[in-house]
């Protein structure tokens, strides 16, 4: 089964400091990949998609991802952490036919002041 | 705001009983996912309606269905609850069923068992 998998459950960094959110994909063909951001008691929001267009993928609100094929790797990034960044993040990747999104577990994300 | 609404918002409910989570899509959008969201499974993609047909199934339940109206609103049944049950059970929508569009989340059904 294709899966993701997102290393640390729980990230803290500072206030102004590099966010890097680590995220694998297994597949033998480059899916769809995506980011979403949970904040508490809130349903998911799109973050940013990778869809073969572009290898380095801008998102909102500062972040973004690049795709690594031989590493098979999706991992977002934010050059200045701000306090309203802290929330839960997940990976998630679809195939081109009909299916759901499968997410990782979620890494939580954690901004010290 | 994503468009996508859920209602109820909260729901509690005993062991064996049944419930209706309802969800409608944004504006033009066709397809329709549901997914769970738990402490123990993390999220999980449950089924997958398109202009009204089962697209594709996930790790749905026997007890679990769905359906998708011809105002592509559409309802996850749940049936014969188990404690297990209780989770956040998202919808989501999106223009297309395939090709990597991307969804649009709902904020959400919380269901408690008791």
């Known amino acids: 089964a294709q899966s993701v998998t997102q290393l640390g459950s729980h990230v803290s960094v500072s206030e102004g400091a590099l966010v890097l959110l680590r995220c694998n994909y297994s597949s033998s063909v480059p899916p769809y990949l995506f980011w979403y951001v949970q904040y508490p008691n809130q349903g998911l929001q799109l973050l940013l998609k990778?869809?073969?267009?572009?290898?380095l993928v801008k998102g909102i609100n500062g972040f973004e991802a690049e795709f690594k094929k031989s590493e098979t790797s999706f991992h977002l990034t934010k050059p200045s952490a701000h306090m309203s960044d802290a929330a839960e993040y997940f990976c998630a990747r679809m195939g081109g036919g009909a299916d759901g999104l499968t997410f990782g577990k979620g890494t939580h994300l954690i901004i010290q002041p | 705001d994503s468009g996508v609404t859920q209602t109820p918002k909260h729901l509690i409910t005993a062991t064996g009983q049944r419930v209706t989570l309802r969800c409608s899509p944004r504006?033009?959008?066709?397809?329709v996912y549901w997914y769970q969201q738990s402490l123990d499974q993390g999220l999980q993609f449950l089924i997958q309606y398109y202009n009204g047909e089962e697209r594709a199934k996930g790790n749905i339940l026997e007890r679990f269905s769905a359906q998708q109206f011809p105002d592509l609103h559409s309802e996850l049944n749940l049936s014969s609850l188990e404690l297990g049950d209780s989770a956040l059970y998202f919808c989501?929508?999106?223009?297309?069923?395939?090709?990597?569009?991307?969804?649009?989340f709902g904020p959400g059904t919380r269901l408690t068992v008791l």
């Open positions: 989501a929508s999106s223009r297309e069923g395939q090709g990597g569009f991307e969804q649009f």
């Open positions: 990778y869809t073969s267009a572009a290898t």
């Open positions: 504006s033009g959008d066709l397809s």
